[in-house]
DNA sequence: GATTGGCACTCTCTTCTCGCGAGTGCCAGG
DNA sequence: CCTGGCACTCGCGAGAAGAGAGTGCCAATC
């Protein structure tokens, strides 16, 4: 049904059409790509295609676009993403390279990946889940209150405040502090419950409040709340995009400032490749449906990062560049 | 020059510009202000406000639009920034009542703003430069890689990696993390170089290089990079405002972007009121110079918010809410 | 002297028409 | 199965014309 020279010609009009923001019509094909083959062959290869829902005419008389059908199986077919250049990689490592702390590598990866591909994009912080605790600590504010810090080895850092029902003598504090410790230092997330939950009974009935209260505190930070940031960055590109505006673009910019949309965005981000690409209206998120999504994860599933564009998007390039960051950031995290 | 009525009818064309978008004629005017006179009178007075700068025509023969220059006249003249209602407080309070911690309260702080003034909201998170040390904390990463965390008063938690110069010994390590706080616990940022600078004379000579590599990044991590975080909210209200969208809007998107940007944007928030409006061209940002920003500070000078509109923008319902929302941040931190 | 009604004038914006051109589908011949 | 030719379809941009909103100015009025 399909064979290969038709494959040839929707590739080369996903390209055109990419490239120009322009329905492509059968003469422009055969100049600008070496196809071999008139006008006319083309025309009748491009009705077979859009027979087959590959491709669309925005009006009857005009040249043709891919539909998402068509960016899809344009995406499967590819041969491989295109490397980036050694300049880019090398751009790329000084880049994050550069950076100081965790903070520092997010924000950089952001914008980093913002530039290169020129879209919208978005970067979850290291996830705490299989982190271990590095360390925890107590420090009193006032009398009533304790901000509660926990290091772990991803390099992140979570703070809380702890609300206290009672005043606490600093001993009781440090007593506990160094109970803590000895129970969670080194262990994995997922084990913390399992090891603290008995901590209240072991102290002395005085500071079983107490106690209590930091448990209770650290379960929700580390635990049940383990609230995966994401940032976001290069929204300007958002107006490099399409060309009727206002009303395509304000619902998307919404959808982005939304912490539970982005999650959403990196929900089964399974893929043999690693790379996941949802076109259009494959999209897991309504407000997206006029957009595509290239995200992969990074490092050993510490977290994942992508970018949100266009339909019309250079998916090969998207997705090297993606597919570069992710590497990188794994490494430097990994380290 | 400008009697009382020339000075409402700036008003009436103020307000209903901002209301309408478009630009206002005579008869109009009369209509929905009960000014009292007619139409030929209003445009008697038009003629004069256009003479003195306040207002101006597109075209030759449509109705009357502001200038910069008569925004400025209108917010200067403005008796009073209107009062929010009720309701609204209530909303902001129990907006900002629910959050958790530090980075929780500015979130919210950026949300609440953008929403209740429809606008791009900025907020500043609490400097340093004021704060006082709470508790430092070193973590032992790997053998020649620290974490040092600090904690301050005002909530903050700042972190960063120290690399070694060689291998530390653990108790070395607890060892200056006790000196460090002897020294600083409880100091001024300010005061922390002079405190530290001769804490790596005082360990031994082996302990000394470490000593040295803590106490540089100490000196970087609060001193001299206070590094003002800035968050930023509500970008999707940008497409609500004008009508010749890509052109001007990219640019203003790229600008926000920029930390740097950012912070001038709070360059000299030194206003007797306590508000700033800043309209148009008197902008200190180039990009900005097609936009308005009303900025504030909270807190006793913990730091600043703000907002960024059109420069047709609603000024006495957008300091209201820039002036109610900081109230409440200030209250919330300052406890 | 300020205010008002009247009136001619100026533009912009919208709508309409119309030709151009790009691109197609189909057919007959290689 | 490919190719050249040809009639056909529409979207798009350029003018043209009409409508409407608003102005400026002048003479009359309070």
Redesign the interface.
């Given at each position: 049904m399909l064979d290969d020279r038709k494959i040839d010609v929707l590739r080369a009009i996903v390209e055109d059409f990419v490239a120009t923001n322009e329905p492509v019509g059968s003469k422009a094909l055969v100049e600008r790509h070496g196809l071999g083959v008139s006008p006319a062959t083309v025309r009748n290869d491009m009705a077979a295609l859009e027979e087959e829902g590959y491709i669309a005419q925005p009006h009857t008389s005009a040249g043709r676009i891919p539909t998402e059908k068509g960016y899809r199986l344009f995406v499967d077919r590819l041969s491989g993403v295109k490397p980036l250049t050694a300049a880019e990689r090398r751009a790329i490592k000084r880049f994050l390279d550069g950076a100081?702390?965790?903070?520092d590598v997010v924000r950089r990866t952001v914008r980093l990946l913002a530039q290169v591909t020129r879209q919208v994009a978005v970067v979850q912080y290291p996830t705490l889940s299989r982190a271990t605790v590095?360390?925890v600590?107590l420090?009193p504010?006032t009398a009533t209150r304790l901000?509660l810090?926990a290091?772990t080895?991803s390099?992140r850092?979570e703070?809380?405040?702890v609300e206290l029902p009672m005043s606490a003598a600093v001993d009781a504090v440090a007593d506990l502090r160094a109970r803590l410790n000895a129970k969670i230092d080194g262990k994995r997330l997922i084990d913390v419950p399992d090891l603290v939950s008995s901590l209240p009974d072991e102290v002395s009935a005085d500071a079983r409040p107490l106690a209590t209260a930091v448990v209770t505190v650290v379960l929700e930070t580390l635990v049940e709340q383990p609230e995966e940031r994401i940032v976001l960055?290069?929204?300007?590109n958002?107006?490099?995009a399409t060309?009727d505006?206002?009303l395509t673009?304000?619902p998307v910019?919404?959808a982005l400032?939304e912490q539970m949309v982005l999650l959403k965005l990196f929900g089964e981000t399974a893929d043999p490749s690693g790379l996941t690409v949802r076109i259009g209206p494959e999209n897991p998120v309504e407000e997206l449906r006029t957009t595509s999504v290239v995200t992969t994860s990074y490092g050993e599933s510490l977290g994942s990062l992508g970018v949100v564009g266009p339909i019309r998007m250079d998916y090969p390039g998207t997705m090297a560049a993606v597919r570069a960051v992710a590497r990188y950031v794994g490494e430097i995290l990994g380290t």
């Open positions: 100081v702390d965790l903070d590095r360390h600590e420090v504010l901000m810090v290091i080895d390099g850092v703070q809380r405040v960055g290069g929204t300007a958002l107006t490099r060309s505006f206002p673009l304000r910019l919404e400032e």
